[in-house]
């Protein structure tokens, strides 16, 4: 019998990631803020194990299998940090921790070191965009304060506040990802990269992109075009879409891709849109 190998398309799983991370982060930093009572925290454990937890690290483990080793990295770790989280309270309530003590001082440098990771993806997402660099930025600052407030109540409250604006960062960002995903375009401000030397935009796009109506060609041309981010790859197909769409029918294309360049971890999400862009024109 002939057997084919059918390549299965995934979507893009980071707002999934966002959102977990987000809605669980709301919910502990509830406590910290002292919105709710401080038993709720152990209604968290539940969301921190499945939520906050196991989906996090799904989805880092499906972004790595896309190539895409930023945002592999980011979900496993914090993915994993929530389990670790929900492990570390449940030996301390169990009374296995070795003493209150100890518990506190080991809390402590355990947020810093977290504080101290983040702290280092924030540095690499001051090359993405404006949503990604707020929300890593809050998160440091959140796990800096949480750290000092192991021993400080105010700057546990502090660190309650900064963790909240990073559960609204973060649920920002996804619902942003989530609208230009399904929209082909940027709705909300905030995800196109901060500093770009691609030059990838509707402005320059559409000067690369003319149609040719006596041959019924769309002829794109990207000549030395460099694209670095996701966001190249939505405008890319953003004015490609508006071109066909005002051809008003099926059209041919033509790409000149001399001088091309697309970072490697790109090209898998790239060729799935020229894909779907052939499925559709």
Known sequence: ARQEMVQLEIGDPAPLGLLSFAMTTACLMAVDMEWVEPEFKELVWGYAIWYGGMAQVIVGVLEILKGNSFAGTAFTTYGSF???????????????????????????FWFCAFGVVTFGFWIITLRKNVCLA???????????????GVFQKGFKKAGGYAGFLTALAATYTAFAELLALEWGSH?????????????????????RISYDQRHNTLVMDFKDLKVGSPEDIRAIQAAVRDKATAAGQKVNAVVNYHGFNITSDLVEDYEAMVKGLQREY
């Open 82 to 108: 929530w389990l670790g989280w929900a492990a570390m309270w449940l030996q301390y309530k169990e009374g296995t921790f070795g003493g209150p003590h100890t518990f506190e001082n080991g809390e402590a």
């Open 134 to 148: 707020t929300t890593f930025g809050l998160l440091a600052l959140t796990f800096f304060l949480l750290a000092g």
């Open 187 to 207: 709705v909300l401000p905030g995800l196109k990269p901060m500093r770009s030397k691609s030059l990838v935009n509707s402005e320059v796009l559409d000067k």
